[in-house]
């Protein structure tokens, strides 16, 4: 029986084999770990015979007919991973991919609550933290910061708009202060990782006071760069970008009861898109729903709103839902 460690490897080499143009169709319907796994392996193999690869799948001989070895190339592997996922969805995973080991040992972090996470590197220099958080998924982050004091908070924050890059004598710091859990050697490479969108992904995870606190820390120490982390803050007016067609894939996600707490705090055109994006039917018993709803603290909107912006986050992730971005391109939230 093959194991999921072996699957994997036979996977990875499937799909080298095939190369970039089919692979990618492969790699768009999988997700994010599936992806990142598959890529680190393909990144770390080394070169395979002939004989390897023809009991994968016989029908594919055409595809290595010259009998060259096969192996990892770091452009093929960035083409199959832009081809699959776009630009920005590939850009933040190539430099993990092809990082290779640095980083492998932060994944025990992903595992853990945020609480554990954040009591276990609280206590070591802000740019370690912040060179940790920037290697986390972006609601994880922001959970960890809720648990550090407002100056920690404050200074962790500044200090990730501002990287731009993960230098290798950093991730090598990074896996010494976390040697109870992590293992990794330095690189030769500079991770892509950090700056204001990435701050700014955190922050949409704090809650609307720890996000105001650190916002107004940030302009006292540069109002041009909280302006720029404001300006990549995604909320949930930002649902107005959203085309027709992915606001009726995110209503069919979303409970009416969750909804109408939501559109309670929303501005009336977005009401309106919403409304215009149901049946008559559904819409007018939105309206007439939202009208015998009495006053809801603008606490448990927040939140409701924050579970709708999960969602489109996750629908966006697997290239469901399609947004304007600031630059006026199309692009993945």
Known sequence: MTTPEEGIEKAALLLLTLGPSEASEVLKHLGPREVQKLGM?????????????????????????????????????????TMALGDERAAHLISRVLQGSDTAGIES????????????????????????????????????????????????????ATLDGVQPTALKELNEALTRMLSGASSSKKASMGGVRHAAEILNFVGSATETAIIDNVRDYDPDLA???????????????????????????????????ALKGAAPELREKVFKNMSSRAAEMMREDLEAKGPVRLSEVEAEQKEILKIVRRLAEEGQVVMATKGGDDGFV
């Open 41 to 81: 392996h393909m990144a770390n193999m080394p070169a395979q015979p002939r004989s390897k690869v023809a009991p994968l799948l016989e029908e594919l001989n055409s595809h290595f007919d010259k009998g060259s070895p096969i192996h990892a190339d770091e452009d093929q592997i960035r083409e199959m991973l």
């Open 109 to 160: 972090l992903k595992w853990m609550d945020a609480a554990t996470a954040a009591d276990l590197i609280k206590n070591e220099h802000p740019q370690i933290i912040a060179t940790i958080l920037v290697h986390l998924e972006f609601d994880q982050a922001g959970e960890i910061l809720k648990h550090f004091t407002d100056r920690l908070r404050n200074d962790v924050i500044l200090r990730i």
């Open 227 to 261: 302006q720029k982390i404001l300006d990549e803050m995604f909320v949930f007016e930002n649902l107005m970008d959203i085309d027709d067609r992915g606001i009726q894939t995110l209503l069919r996600e979303v409970q009416s009861d969750s909804l109408i707490v």
